[in-house]
T-cell receptor, first 111, second 115 residues
Framework: GENVEQHPSTLSVQEGDSAVIKCTYS??????FPWYKQELGKRPQLIID?????GEKKDQRIAVTLNKTAKHFSLHITETQPEDSAVYFC??????????FGTGTRLLVSP | DAGVIQSPRHEVTEMGQEVTLRCKPI?????LFWYRQTMMRGLELLIY????????DSGMPEDRFSAKMPNASFSTLKIQPSEPRDSAVYFC?????????????FGEGSRLTVL
């Protein structure tokens, strides 16, 4: 079955710096790659996603890149702010509506 | 819509007791998922339903776990008997069939502590 690996597990940056989180997946059939943000004690919520026919997608300060050949995708956050502090999960979809998540990255943005 | 509703939000029980977690998906969503979240393993898919029918239960850890969806607006996840290693946050999520994206809408979660 699909296996998603995510790195790093924790990431500390200064406010205004950029943050990059990387994920790899194993199933070449996966074609949908979302990113979820989970604030402390809250539910995970979708922040951005990308499909396999697109190499990059951007939404304001966040962007996601996908390399299907290498089976990896990344989340980029620019000009980080303290409210970006959260746990971020990547995921891959090997079958219709079934998402397999990575283990999460705890991002801490210090003022 | 109020979103996905889960109950209880917190449950503390003793080893060996039966635990039942409940979920009400968003109206009109035909997919329902149960995930377990722990520090060590992140978000693990336990089981998911489509139109009330279990599609994939390969993530259910063992026979102590069972899930049902008797109708489109209600699902339960039961653990019997419970063990300390079952302590985790259990999330229910729903998704509309035919959606362009596979976005999941999560509930607030049920935090289970087994002593």
């Amino acid at each position: 079955g699909e296996n998603v690996e995510q790195h790093p597990s924790t990431l500390s940056v200064q406010e205004g710096d950029s943050a990059v989180i990387k994920c790899t997946y194993s199933d070449s059939a996966s074609n949908y790659f979302p990113w979820y943000k989970q604030e402390l004690g809250k539910r995970p919520q979708l922040i951005i996603d990308i499909r396999s026919n697109v190499g990059e997608k951007k939404d304001q300060r966040i962007a996601v890149t996908l390399n299907k050949t290498a089976k990896h995708f990344s989340l980029h956050i620019t000009e980080t702010q303290p409210e970006d502090s959260a746990v971020y999960f990547c995921a891959a979809q090997p079958g219709f509506q079934k998402l397999v998540f990575g283990t999460g990255t705890r991002l801490l943005v210090s003022p | 819509d109020a979103g996905v509703i889960q109950s209880p939000r917190h449950e503390v029980t003793e080893m060996g007791q039966e635990v039942t977690l409940r979920c009400k998906p968003i109206s009109g969503h035909d997919y329902l998922f149960w995930y377990r979240q722990t520090m060590m393993r992140g978000l693990e898919l336990l089981i998911y339903f489509n139109n009330n029918v279990p599609i994939d239960d390969s993530g259910m850890p063992e026979d102590r776990f069972s899930a049902k969806m008797p109708n489109a607006s209600f699902s339960t996840l039961k653990i019997q008997p419970s063990e300390p290693r079952d302590s985790a946050v259990y999330f229910c999520a729903s998704s509309p069939q035919g959606a362009r994206t596979g976005e999941l809408f999560f509930g607030e979660g049920s935090r289970l502590t087994v002593l």
